[in-house]
């Protein structure tokens, strides 16, 4: 699996949420490292797509579509939002 940036899951990001998010500021739950979304590493070939912090390598979002449905985890995020 080669990792990516952030900018790779625009398209999903905006199906998901409505709106373009490369830009919005994500802050890792674990180390507290804030960035824009694009500065994230992406994995699009997990079991779904896995998103984990630049700084510290944890999960910070996951994405899976199941019967048409996406499922989203976003349990390593402590904010998704401007600063």
Same mark, same amino acid.
């Given at each position: 699996? !080669?990792?990516? !940036?952030?900018?790779?899951?625009?398209?999903?990001?905006?199906?998901?949420?409505?709106?373009?998010?490369?830009?919005?500021?994500?802050?890792?739950?674990?180390?507290?490292?804030?960035?824009?979304?694009?500065?994230?590493?992406?994995?699009? !070939?997990?079991?779904?797509?896995?998103?984990?912090?630049?700084?510290?390598?944890?999960?910070?979002?996951?994405?899976?579509?199941?019967? !048409?449905?996406?499922?989203?985890?976003?349990?390593?995020?402590?904010?998704?939002?401007?600063?």
């Amino acid at each position: 699996m !080669d990792p990516l !940036d952030g900018n790779a899951i625009g398209g999903l990001m905006h199906e998901v949420f409505g709106a373009e998010m490369t830009a919005v500021t994500a802050t890792c739950a674990t180390c507290g490292a804030s960035g824009p979304v694009a500065q994230t590493v992406v994995y699009l !070939d997990a079991p779904g797509t896995v998103v984990r912090c630049r700084n510290c390598a944890s999960v910070l979002m996951v994405f899976a579509r199941v019967h !048409d449905r996406y499922c989203v985890d976003l349990q390593g995020l402590a904010a998704l939002g401007a600063r």
